[in-house]
């Protein structure tokens, strides 16, 4: 996932930031069982396609947060 740049690079902690958008983002995306961990710049899926591209759509309204969503 690329974050815009006031949330990543050094200074930024994107996903893990204290800010309640991000706390509201995290609680969300760990209601979902195929979520195993997440990072600063990044979701780890244990999931079918399906959820997959379900999950990459809801970041990528995140638009405050998120500039793109690489699927690897």
Known sequence: MLLRPEWGGPAGKGLLASDQRARTLRKILV???????????????EAPAPV???????????????KSVVIE
Do not use: A, C, G, M
């Not at 209601?31 to 899926?45: A, C, G, M």
């Not at 970041?59 to 405050?64: A, D, G, K, S």
């Open 31 to 45: 209601t979902y069982p195929e979520v195993r961990h997440i990072l600063p710049d990044r979701v780890s899926l």
């Open 52 to 66: 997959v591209e379900t999950l990459k759509h809801f970041l990528e309204r995140q638009e405050w947060l998120v």
